[in-house]
């Protein structure tokens, strides 16, 4: 049999409800100092744990059976012998193919410019939103680094590269891409809600 403590306290606004075993029940009530005229124990139907006086050595019980380990398969490796270094290629991103990525945005037509943009410069901005979001749903890439986006762009915009990496800083700046420092300089991601126009 369970039991539940109800406190309330309406001058404090203050409610509490503990429920369990009696003797675990009545033991936390009197550590919290709950009680008097403004709590009550009741008793409650369900499966019993058992009566544990002692709170410390309450266990809860987890739901399913007990884990196996005989089920958990067994990675032998000799001490020292394990090198992270050997499989870094994996952790490296795919590799873009720049030459055919470039064929198939100068094919594209050239892309709206939303009726509620403010850029100073909308047809650059939507240029860099649709190769970021080509890059990262098509290629599987993160980011893009500013001189791989102003190769992708050269054909279609009359931008060079530092006006690209202004463009970029500003997008930054108005929080629709993201930038990351890596080993090489900056990179540039896009942020999923600004790009989801190109997802739909």
């Known amino acids: 049999m369970k039991t539940r403590f109800v406190f309330k306290n309406d001058v404090h606004e203050v409610n509490a409800v503990i ?27 369900g499966p019993t744990e058992g009566p544990r006086a002692d709170p410390d ?58 009726p509620e943009s403010i850029s100073t410069d909308p047809l650059t901005e939507e240029w860099l939103r649709l190769v970021l ?5 098509e290629h599987g890439l993160s980011s893009l680094s500013p001189d791989v986006i102003h190769k ?17 800083k500003r997008l930054w700046n108005s929080g629709k891409v993201d930038r990351i420092l890596t080993d090489s300089g900056y990179e540039y991601a896009p942020s999923p809600s600004w790009i989801q126009i190109y997802r739909e």
Not at 60 to 70: I, N, Q, W, Y
Not at 133 to 137: E, Y
């Open 19 to 45: 429920e369990g075993p009696e003797a675990w029940v009545n033991y936390i009530a009197d550590q919290l100092g709950l009680g008097g005229e403004c709590g009550w124990t009741t008793k409650i139907s």
């Open 57 to 114: 050595n309450f266990q809860k019980e987890l739901p399913g059976p007990p884990p196996d380990p005989t089920k958990i398969p067994a990675v032998i490796r000799e001490i020292g012998s394990f090198n992270p270094y050997d499989n870094d290629e994996s952790f490296d991103p795919p590799k873009l193919d720049e030459n055919e990525l470039k064929m198939f945005i100068n094919e594209m037509p050239e892309p709206e410019i939303p």
């Open 133 to 137: 979001a080509i890059a990262v749903t």
């Open 152 to 168: 992708l762009i050269s054909d279609r915009t009359n931008q060079d590269e530092i006006s690209v990496s202004l463009a970029l």
